[in-house]
Every structure is written in C-alpha cells, then in structure tokens.
Nanobody
Framework: QVQLVESGGGLVQAGGSLRLSCAAS????????MGWFRQAPGKEREFVAH????????YYADSVKGRFTISRDNAKNTVYLQMNSLKPEDTAAYYC?????????????????WGQGTQVTVSS
C-alpha cells in the first residue's frame, strides 16, 4: 500500500509559479506510475499530468502543456509538479495519485492510491 501526502499549495498571483510535492510512503514507490489531477469547486476532477515509473516519459493535459512540468525523484519517494505562468483558471485542489499498471491513464479510476489534496488559488 502507498500513502501519499501533497504539499506546496497556496495563493499566488496570475503569472506566478508554484511547485507542488507529493511524498509517498513505502519502498515500492519507484514501481508506480504517478499522476496529478485537480478539481475546482462545482467541476469534475480533471487530469493534469502523468509520469512513468522511471521518470523517462511524461504526458500532459492540453490546458497545462508548456506551463506545467511533472518530475519525480525515486530516491526521495517524491513526485513534483512545477507550475509556471499560472492562470486564475488553474485554481483548484490538486491531488497526486499512484497507479500500479505501467501504462498512461488520464482517468481517475485508473489510479489505485490518492493523496488528500493541496489547494492552489491563483488571483487575477
């Protein structure tokens, strides 16, 4: 089992940057594919980014491509989401998730473990 804890959220002005972190428990972190999702009030959960188990492959939603970067440090059991050029529409609770299957998934049901989320608010 994997426990995930996100951190790094906060309030930032439009155009600013934040880096989210997701720390995982357990010695098998490197075997999981990892994803970031977000959910704004009144909206459905939305896929943001995915990274494979080794960090060699990434995939992004069109809405964040070129602005967000997902990365991981398997030695530290941590996955990151660097968010640049933030927009008010990026405001949401951000969640990291772990997936056993070694394929990309952009849907929440494809992930096995979830963190509790961290709030990101972008002011205009």
């Amino acid at each position: 089992q994997v426990q995930l804890v996100e951190s790094g959220g906060g309030l930032v002005q439009a155009g600013g940057s934040l880096r989210l972190s997701c720390a995982a428990s357990g010695r098998t972190f490197s075997s999981y594919e990892m994803g970031w999702f977000r959910q704004a009030p009144g909206k459905e959960r939305e896929f943001v980014a995915h990274i494979n188990w080794s960090g060699s492959s990434t995939y992004y939603a069109d809405s964040v491509k070129g602005r967000f970067t997902i990365s991981r440090d398997n030695a530290k059991n941590t996955v990151y989401l660097q968010m640049n050029s933030l927009k008010p529409e990026d405001t949401a609770a951000y969640y990291c998730a772990a997936r056993r299957a070694r394929t990309i998934s952009t849907i929440g049901l494809g992930y096995d473990y979830w963190g509790q989320g961290t709030q990101v608010t972008v002011s205009s």
